[in-house]
């Protein structure tokens, strides 16, 4: 192991990360989630693998995003799949993080690329078979324009987790006069934000969605299958009790 691979890794391993990465030695990384908090990771990791193995049969020759890659844990696992993968992160110690033990673990198709993806606009270049977008829209205060973007930067699958305001609100609201009305397809709660945290989103305010607002919105986006991932029993409490989700979505 040469010098500069001797210092990251020493980085790494004096760095608390908000993942746990088994690294090459059979150490793991530091990571400052409680007990109690922790096993969302694995829970997620779980269900992204579920929807490849059931519907990505090819992932090997095929492309994949995560948006919103972090620290590059869900990169990673992608990595392991697919044939290239490209991380989209707003935060440059996260960046830098990633960066950092993607090298650490050898892993030579994967790249990560700064972008706010509350104002980045769509390039028809940047597109992927697959893309994944864990743990965001609920930091978002524009969270339909990501979720339009993500949408657009999909040719054919995506997987989106998040949590979501626990009331599905449907029905009618009044345009121009009483007997003019259009249908409500979902909510949005209104909560401040965390922009200066490291797993806050790039503003103090951000919008909760409904999750029939998200089953809505990726149909309208183009998605012809979508569905809402079960939790089984031992899964993560948020899952289980619907505050959390995760949902597939399939164009075609």
Known sequence: MDQTAVERLKWIKNRRWFYEFELPDGTKTQHDLSPEVFPIHQSRLEKLLGVIREQVPDAGALSA???????????LALARHFKSVRGYEFRDSSLTAARAITEAMGATNVEYVQADLQKMEFDPAQTADFVL?????????????????????????????????????????????????????GVFALSPDYASAREGGSTEVALIPSLNAVVSLMKNFG????????????????????????VYGRKG
């Open 223 to 246: 998605f012809s299958e979508v569905s809402v991932l079960p939790s089984p029993e031992g899964d993560y409490e948020q899952f289980r009790r619907g505050s959390r989700v995760v």
């Open 133 to 185: 977008l864990f743990g965001l829209l609920y930091h978002l205060e524009n969270p339909v324009h990501t979720l339009r973007l993500a949408s657009q930067m999909s040719r054919k699958h995506i997987l989106i987790e998040t949590q979501v305001y626990p009331y599905d609100i449907s029905g009618q609201i009044e345009d121009g006069a009483y007997y003019n009305v259009r249908p409500v397809q």
């Open 65 to 75: 995003f995560d948006l919103a890659s972090h620290e590059g844990f869900y990169s």
